[in-house]
Structures are given as structure tokens and as C-alpha cells.
């Protein structure tokens, strides 16, 4: 059944408080749940009806009673309730199996230890309740488990007693001081230890880190804790937002749906975004944890104090939470050099995954208006897109007025459950004076509409009137159920160049133009020749911009632009319009690339001031997906092929250069996971794939030699992963004596594990070879299709990352993708559905991948019994709209 956002309506009810009580049994936990409830006195008087999934009900009791109830769709129902607005109490006693609970949703075990995850709606699955976001109570928890398999009982708030239990159990009661919503319900139960801080924040207050892992992992969580102190540090410093809470919780599970969890006090987290050094993880992994253990401790204001009316609102907490992780991971970075690589990062993700998903069969907006499975909707567009539509904000009010503006939202809305209407509004009320505040209605089209803007952009320069001419015009596609678009506010960053590069003096008020119409016209006055325009800067508004600059424009921006962002977008446009040009072209793909562009990649990878990390990123081409959503028809092989076919002339063209560089930068001295260093291991690691390519074509032996010697001597996980994957990827002979070498140093180790098997599952197709690869590791000892990690590191590796691999004109690959589809929706709803979007963008194929993908995709929509989170997806891509 379809949820609509206009069906929002209040609660009947009130939950005021509630005290659970847990008896944990893997097999059998006993659940007593006793709460408070009054009616809501503003909506007519009518029944309760709580939610409830795969529970086992054994008792209910109002005010001490039994009392009538039913069974209606899944909810409680009880309609005999006290008249009157006055509280009842009400105690609800069920049971559950968390050892059968495979879904990773409600109350689960992952390696003996007990875990929950609540949001969305996973409550639900423990305990009969109100389980929507607007409904904030006040939890006591008290445990009780074997005292010598759990030792450590943990849930929100602060530990208010603890002491033993008769045959040999013991128990636990903690006090949530905050009302939350029961989304951020949390307890964990087993054998754990903990690294612990103390620190004393700003305000004087002192508090408890501690963060949870297994004995064995206890090694590996001094990033996790640095980066949690950084954290509570930038919040206060940069937002006033102090940490509310005596006591902060991480706890890492290697079986987890997703990321990690926000629960007040308690965070949640997949192990791969917790768990570090510097032999088992790279620089990304490094770079993932401080981002993901931000967001979840931005959340605790930015979803925690003030949340969602409903679901729909998710974005007012994740689009506003990656926007503070990202400014945070930015405000980290000591050189402003590094900030312009992690927005460029971010960008590139946006432009590879939202674009894609804002084009195709499930695009919606920031803010849906209506959902089958809520789970379906934590998407790139909620969380990236919606952070760029914050950031957009903070463009147009600038940054103090932007934190003015999050001060009123915390003002008016503390302890509220809200709309992202009411975000904006905050924001806005702060600037008066802003075109936020003007234009606020056309603002938050961004909410409403689906759908990627294109920007037009054309230029004229009168020599006579010394004048420039730029005209902006904005244009966006219908997207399901959205087939007109009103114009959107797009606040276009600029600058002019002159043909030397130098930037033209511009007043403020031209450095910035709002589009809010269709079309805009600014005059430039006073320009002595004919400027190289640099357009959305630091990429100011998501969208796509048209503009038919020239090769010697581009090459101008490449060279000298003041904005490290359009610099590499330069690169970018240069190496997108030579793909796409060797893509369209007829007959076998020859050599793509010419002497300008690789003239332009030298200088960029031998100069003398930029970055390795601006360097390494300039020199990656545009991936396959950004080149695909480039085109009307794509034949996925031929997309692949260029690409190669530009990488190995890269490679060739610039061999000198990339001994150079690769010998330049491969001695880091003691590792230390740093955006500096970071970038001078990625350039070297870019250099050693680039040399044993060329390698094999060549037939050379030198570089794949040193890549084997690097891959054993390395000291630290970046430059071994970095060797073993050049090995991989010019798919050396040596590769195969690496491998099983890299699985026998790290057997024990998960994450590297994980590694290991995606490496191999998203190495190049040579000859149709991955997919049987692929079954290969399906049948290794390691593998684990139930373990969502391991899932993803084969199966999602195939099906999702390695188009050259998975479009295969026999179609295997897409019945390999309905069969796991099928497979995985058996047990774990929401790992299937994400796997079945790997087809999202089928309507864009060639034949014969058309044809046989809309077949495979038919063929799960064929199953009697799929989950709601798959049926969506699929009854999506198969519509019509
Ligand atoms: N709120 C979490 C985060 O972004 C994500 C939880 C999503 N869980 C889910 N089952 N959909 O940090
Ligand atoms: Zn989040």
C-alpha cells in the first residue's frame, strides 16, 4: 500500500513514557513494555492502534486490567480505552526470536552479541507501539541477560543501576534524560570491550566516549575515538551544539544494513566505518570513518533534538546532517587545497549516483510525496542531493548567516518533531534581508521537484561596447508522475579569466547571480577582450551546466582557474568530450585521446604546486556511469571499451611521467592517514596501475615486478591494497600469485577480507572471465551471503560497480542479478532491493542489453512473493511513466 505525504494527520495518542523490561534469549526474548498514553485532545476520539511485525503477543493490561483488543492489518487495536484526556497506563507483554531475525531490522544477534536497529520503523518489531517519528517519549530500559555471555548491557541515556540476578544472570537499567522518538531506540547486549575518553567540553561539562568493539578489534578504534572528539569539538565550536549527554556510545556489529545509527547516546555502526589502522585499512577507510562518525554525532542535534513530523521530512535530518559532515571533514583539513579535494570527492559522487537516480524510474524529490517501503527512500537523493540544496542555503545567506539561521531553527524548534518547510523557514526568517528570504517559495521547488536542471549558458562579447553578454536559461525533464517543472533558484558562482588566465575584478553582486527565472541576462561591463567564463564554481547548485566552451577555454580554466573546483571540472569536460566522441564514432575504437589533452595531463601531473590528491583526481577519467548518463543510447561494452582504450593511451603516452611520479611520491615516511600524504599515496598508487598497464602492453616486466615487491613490503594497508590492485587491474600473472598470499596475510580480518573479494569481483572483464570469477567467490569458504558486507563486496562489486563486467550481451550477468535479487529478498529486504537497482537505468541500453535486462527485471516482478522493498523498485523500472 501507498503512504502519501498529504495523508500526514496527527497522532490519536500521546506516549508519554515507557519502561521496558528485556529477558534476552537469542531464541526467545521476553519483552514487557509498560507505558503511559494519553489522548491526543486535538484529533476526534478514536481507537488505538499500535504497530507490530513478527511479534508474539502473550499479555495486555490498561491501568492494571485486562481488556479487549483485536487484530487489524498488523496493528493492536483496542477501542475499549478510558474516556477523557486524563493518562492510562498500558503494559503489553510479547516475545520475539532475534537468532531467526535476518533482516537486520528490530532486534537481531550478529555474532553472539544482541544488536537493534529501529529506524525506520524496527520498533515495531520489538515491541507493540506508536512507531512514527512524531511520538516522543521517555524510555527506562532495564536488561537482564547471562551475566557470562553479556556482560556489557548497553541502551540510551545514562546507566542508573546495575547488579546481579539470580542463575548466574545479571541486569542493567538505563535512563534515557531526553524524550526521543522510538526510531532511536537502541540496546546492545553481549561480549564487548571499550575504548574510553574522558573529556571536558567547552561549557566546562565533563563526559564518557566509549566506543564498543569485540576483544580482538580493540587495536583498531583509536581513529574511531580521535574522530569522535574531533566531532564534539566542531559542533560546539562551529554551531554552538554542545554534546547533552554525560555519557557517548559507539558500538560496532560486522552485520548491518547500512552505515550506522544515530540512536541518542548509543550509536550503532557497521564495523567498516568504525574499525581502523594502519595495516587492515586504507586512507578512504580512514576518510569514511571521520565522515561517518560525524554525521551520526551531528545527528544528535540535527535529527535527535529536533526530528521528522514523518518520514517524508527525512531530509530535513540527513540532507542537513551530510551537509555538516562534509563541512566538517572540510573544516578538518589543514590546507584549503584539501577542501577543494573533498568537495570535488563529493561532487563526483553526486554526479555518478543522484544524477543517475533523479533520471531514471526512481527519482523523487528531496522530500517524497509518497512511498511504498519507507527503506526504499534512504537515497542519494535524500541524503547527497539534500545536503546540496542546505549548502545552496548557506551560499545564499553566506556562512554566518547561515549559522544564524541553524540558532533559530534550534530556537523554535528544540525537542520538536518538524517539516523541512519549517527548516527553510528558519533559515530564511535569520536573512530578512536575503534572496533566500525574497524567494523562498521558488527556493524550496527544491524539496518538490524532482529532477536534475540542465543550465544553459551562453556568452557574446561586443568588442566595440567593451562589454560581455552572459545568458543563463534553465531547463528540466518531466520525471515520474512530474511532467512540468516550475524554474528552480540556482544560485550560479562565476568568475571571468582573461586569454592569460588572470582573473577580471568582478563587484560581489556579479560573482554570484540567483537564476529564479527561466532565462537571466548579466552584463559585464569594462572587459578589454573576450573572457574565458568560470561557471558554477565549486559547483553551486546540482545541476548540469551546458556550455560550449571551447578546447582552448578549457584548456585556459585547466591551466590557471582561482577555483581548484572548475580546474578539475576542466579536465573533466576535456576527457568527457573525447569519450563521447570515440564513443558515437563508427568502427573498432581506435586511439581516443590527443597530443593537446595528453600535453595538458603532463603538465598537470608534473607540476610543480598542485596536490597529489587535485593531481590524482584531475588525472581519473570520468567513470563509466557519468559517461553513460551522458548519452541517449549507451552500448555499456563500447562505453567500456573507450574508456580503457583512453586509459592505456594515458598510460602509454605519459609512461615517463608516471615513473616519475610514481617515484616521487611513493616514500611517505611513517603512515599517518592525513589528506596530504593521503593524496600522495593515491597519485602513486594511480601511477603503479598506470605502469603495469602499459606493461602489458608492452610486454615489460620492470613495473609489474615492483608492484609484486611493493605489495610485500608495503607498511601499510594503503600502498599494499594499492600494488596488489595494480596487479589486479592490468591483470598481471603475478596478480595470481598475490591474491591467495594477501588472503592468507588476512584471513582473520573481515573488512580486509571484503577487500579482497571486491577487488576481484570489480577487476576488468577480459573476455567474459569476471562473472565466472564472481561464482567462483560465491563458492570460497569466506564467503557469506548473509553477512551484508560480504554480500555487498561480491555481488554488488559485479552487479553495480563493474558495468564492462555485468553488461554481457548473453545476459548473464542480469540472471545472475535476478537470481541474488530473488535470493537475498528471502531473508534481507533491503540488501535485495538495493541490489535490484543495479538495473535502474535499463531503458537506456542498446539491444540487445534492452531487451534481455527489462526480461530479467520481468522476471523478479514475476515472483508471487517479493518484499515490498523489492516489489517497489522493480514495479518502478517496469512503469511506463
Ligand atoms: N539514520 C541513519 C544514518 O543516516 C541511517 C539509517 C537507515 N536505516 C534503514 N534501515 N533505512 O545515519
Ligand atoms: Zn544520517
Redesign the pocket.
Known sequence: TVVRREDYAPPAYWIDTVELTFDLDPAKTRVLNRMTLRRNAAVAAQPLRLDGEELNLARVLVNGAGCSFKMDAGQLVLDNLPEGNEPFTLEIFTTCAPEKNSQL?GLYVSQGTFFT?C??E?FRRITYFLDRPDVMASYTVTLRADKARYPVLLSNGNLEEEGPLPDGRHFAKWVDPHRKPSYLFALVAGNLVAREQRIVSRSGKEHLLQVFVRRGDMDKTEHAMQSLIASVAWDEARFGLPLDLERFMIVATSDF??????NKGLNIFNTKYVLANSATATDTDFANIES?VG??YF?NWT?NRVTCRDWFQLSL??GL?VFRDQEFSMDLCAEPSARAVKRIEDVRVLRTAQFPEDAGPMAHPVRPDSYVE??NF?TVTV?EKGAEVVRMMQTLVGREGFARGMKLYFERHDGQAVTCDDFAQAIADANPDSALARQLEVFKRWYSQAGTPRVRAEGRYDAEARRYTLTLSQHCAPTPGQAVKQPFLIPVALGLLDAQGRELPLPESQRLVVLADASATVVFDDIDSEPVPSLLRGFSAPVVLEYADSDAQLLTLLAHDSDPFNRWEAGQRLALRRALAAVRADGPVAQPLDAAFIDAMRAVLRHDTLDAAFKELTLTLPSETYISEQLEVVDPQRVHAVREAMREQLAQALHADWAWAYEQHRDNGAYRPDPLSAGRRALAGMALTMLCLDARQSGDAVWPGKAYQRFKDAGNMTDRFNALSALVVSGHALAREALPRFHAMFRDEALVLDKWFALQAGAPDRGGNILPAVRQLMAHPDFQLRNPNRARSVIFSYCNANPGAFHRADAAGYVFWSDRVLEIDRFNP?VAARLARALDRWKKLAEPYRSAAREAIARVAAQAELSNDVREVVTRALSED
Open positions: 531490522m536497529q529506524e525506520a524496527g544494513n547500512m552505515g550506522a545509527m544515530e561517518v554525521h551520526e545527528h535529527g535530518k540527513e546532517t519507507i527503506n534512504y541524503y533491503q
